[in-house]
């Protein structure tokens, strides 16, 4: 059976293009996967300036907020990359064989890079840890969204690369999975929604600030006046229908927008409702945990000890074919 693996790192609340886009799939994998891997990678969330207070917080609300969208720790091992030490080794490891230039060709490392006056080394390295999370269980199916594609491109040449080096079919190459949403919009309907754009709607955010949110959102720019007929296939709003609103609502909104019998406010209202549905039950959840934090622990404790057994066996056979096992005299 294919072995998942996906990581998302703790720099800043689960968003719902995070969720939609992958931690949503995350979940359902578990019912055909036990024995998925996941991981809160928070070493990758280094690699700007950041508040260790903050991050200490995040880290905390990132593992609370998975258990409460459904990962099972049961089912599935979730833990803190920094608890397990071999990602740092592998991605050494895997620097040694990872041409550079294909690492400046990185698009989020130029779009990032490009704001920066000085550039941290490890912005640049952030893919290979990133192969070396994946390779690390020898994973060949990583639910992520569409913006991560480029990163697992370099995954598989790094598998093709250390395999064809020394010889041997030892790692796979791992493939994407993507979700229906593969890259949901922020709500200014520019940029893909993420934690750095400040364009996110918050998993655990309630009713009425989702609302807030919701209510000045971009829509079809074309669609000026509530007469005028608009084009669900270019509004960000109806995508998110398509992934919150039941198929029936789905064609009634877009029904109602094409004929102009709706606004958009009253577009926006069904999708609350929607939203509301499918987001109540992970916020109480959420309140559950917060009222027993010692659910999270436990399960990042027994996540981290799985994924350890894993990642200790997989260095062990790289160092072996390597030559970086215990020392022994040369013989011959
Ligand atoms: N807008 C999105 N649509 C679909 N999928 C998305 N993902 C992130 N944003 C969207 C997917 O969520 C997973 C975890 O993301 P991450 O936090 O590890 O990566 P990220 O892309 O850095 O998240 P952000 O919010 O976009 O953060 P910043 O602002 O730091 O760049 C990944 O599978 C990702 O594809």
Redesign the pocket.
Known sequence: MARIF????P??EL?I??Y????KNWVQLQATHPGAIYCV?DY?AITGAYDPAVLRARRWGMAKSLLAAGIDPVLSALFMQSDVPEHTELSWIFTTITPLGDLERQT?FKDKSSKMESIPAGLLMYPVLQSADILLYRADRV??????IQHLELARDTARKWNAKFGVEYFPEPKPLLTP??????LDGNA??????GN?IGLLESDEEIWQKLRPAVTDPQRVRKSDPGRPDVCNIYQLHKAFSVESTQEHVAEQCRTAGWGCMDCKKVLLEGMVQELTPIRRRSEALDAEPARVLDALADGARAARGIAQETLGEVREVMGLNAVAVPTG
């Open positions: 996906s990581g998302i790192q720099s800043g968003h293009g995070n939609l886009g992958a931690v990678v990758h989020q639910p992520v969204g569409e913006d991560q949403a593969r890259r949901i919009m922020g893909k929604m993420s934690k750095s754009l996110t």
